[in-house]
């Protein structure tokens, strides 16, 4: 899976059913964060969109964001009801975020396979991102995160600087 993200010159994640990082690539810590440098249980795109102030607040439409990561995670949490980890993380959130707390009491679940992110990057400026999200094949609890923009647009640009770094 490494190998993988190292081939692909866009920032492109992996990611468990819990929505943790499991592997990543250099454009990917360059446009979200160091995964790295993370402890292994802070690599989760939910605690970061919703704990995280500093990655958080890059979101413009952070709201949406939310809600599809915790409808993400209720999807899970109905797959995987005697997953601890995942329910220990439910409880960390709710307990650490009311945007969290409101949209897992809605109770609505939700998968979203594609589409298009706005990201306020601290080097690059606003962004939009298209995105895809796809199983991989031989382990469908593992999820394939790419970014990509259109050709000759200032996002590809600056997802080309990214891939240089």
């Not at 292994?40 to 995280?52: A, F, K």
């Not at 439910?90 to 992110?117: C, Q």
């Not at 796809?134 to 000759?152: C, G, I, K, N």
Request: charged share 25%; glycine share 4%; hydrophobic share 45%.
């Amino acid at each position: 899976m490494q190998h993988l993200l190292d081939w692909i010159a866009a920032p492109a994640l992996a990611m468990g059913h819990r929505m943790d990082v499991v592997a990543w690539n250099r454009p990917a810590c360059a446009l979200i964060t160091d995964f790295a440098r993370l402890p292994p249980r802070s690599r989760n795109m939910c605690r970061l969109h919703l704990v995280d102030e500093t990655i958080g607040s890059r979101y413009p439409e952070r709201d949406a964001i939310a809600r599809e990561a915790v409808g993400t995670l209720r999807i899970a949490a109905g797959r995987f009801p005697e997953d601890p980890l995942l329910v220990e993380l439910i409880d960390e959130l709710n307990a650490a975020s009311p945007e969290f707390r409101r949209h897992w009491m809605a109770h609505a679940v939700r998968t979203k396979a594609y589409g298009v992110k706005r990201i306020d990057h601290p080097e690059l400026g606003p962004l939009a991102l298209g995105y895809e999200i796809t199983a991989f094949p031989r382990d469908p609890e593992l999820s394939l995160l790419v970014y990509t923009a259109p050709p000759d647009t200032p996002e590809a640009k600056a997802l080309h600087a990214l891939a240089e770094r």
